[in-house]
């Protein structure tokens, strides 16, 4: 008996040896998206692989910070992030973090002051530079014509819950 138990350990310690080793965390895209018809509050989607679920630390210009988490699983995680009423924010910044994974802080301009600014691209695939765009710093980004050049060829005909072509856009 002794020597059956020695040798069940030791095919549970060859069985972990020979398992994969988890992959480290990716934040592969990050999109903010509105999904009502009053801006009090944005989504931020974020299509990732690994362990555990992402978190969006916001600061906002009043100096309060907050942590904010996906209320389910699913992927990409979409995280609510409610605005400030009756007094709107006019930006906001935000990292998104994933394990030791994260991303560089980034500004979101919300179109709250005496302008909004919306910018429309086309033909996005071609990887034209898009510096005098982001200088001009839009609260909206609208895509029309070809942004994806094949959404077949990554997705396959039909797969309409596919958004690798998007991911890779973003």
Same mark, same amino acid.
């Given at each position: 008996? %002794?020597? %059956?138990?020695?040798?069940?350990?030791?095919?549970?310690?060859?069985?972990?040896?020979?398992?994969?080793?988890?992959?480290?965390?990716?934040?592969?895209?990050? @999109?903010?998206?509105? =999904?009502?018809?009053?801006? =009090?509050?944005?989504?931020?989607?974020?299509?990732?692989?690994? %362990?555990?679920?992402?978190?969006?630390?916001?600061?906002?210009?009043?100096?309060?910070?907050?942590?904010?988490? +996906?209320?389910?699983?699913?992927?990409?995680?979409?995280?609510?992030?409610?605005?400030?009423? +009756?007094?709107?924010?006019?930006?906001?910044?935000?990292?998104?973090?994933?394990?030791?994974?994260?991303?560089?802080?980034?500004?979101?301009?919300? +179109?709250?002051?005496?302008?909004?600014?919306?910018?429309?691209?086309?033909? @996005?695939?071609? %990887?034209?530079?898009?510096?005098?765009?982001?200088? =001009?710093?839009?609260?909206?980004?609208?895509?029309?014509? =070809?942004?994806?050049?094949?959404?077949?060829?990554?997705?396959?005909?039909?797969?309409?819950?596919?958004?690798?072509?998007?991911?890779?856009?973003?």
């Amino acid at each position: 008996m %002794h020597c %059956h138990a020695a040798r069940s350990l030791s095919i549970v310690v060859l069985g972990l040896l020979l398992s994969p080793c988890p992959a480290s965390d990716v934040i592969r895209a990050v @999109w903010i998206t509105c =999904d009502r018809p009053v801006l =009090d509050s944005v989504v931020v989607n974020i299509a990732a692989q690994g %362990h555990g679920l992402p978190e969006v630390a916001v600061q906002f210009p009043s100096g309060r910070r907050e942590v904010f988490k +996906p209320r389910r699983e699913g992927n990409p995680y979409r995280v609510r992030i409610p605005l400030a009423a +009756p007094v709107k924010e006019t930006s906001l910044r935000y990292r998104v973090r994933m394990g030791e994974t994260a991303t560089e802080p980034t500004v979101l301009r919300l +179109p709250f002051g005496n302008e909004f600014r919306a910018a429309v691209v086309a033909n @996005w695939h071609r %990887h034209v530079a898009l510096t005098a765009l982001e200088r =001009d710093e839009p609260h909206v980004l609208l895509t029309a014509g =070809d942004n994806v050049p094949n959404l077949y060829s990554l997705c396959g005909i039909g797969n309409k819950a596919c958004i690798e072509p998007y991911v890779r856009l973003v």
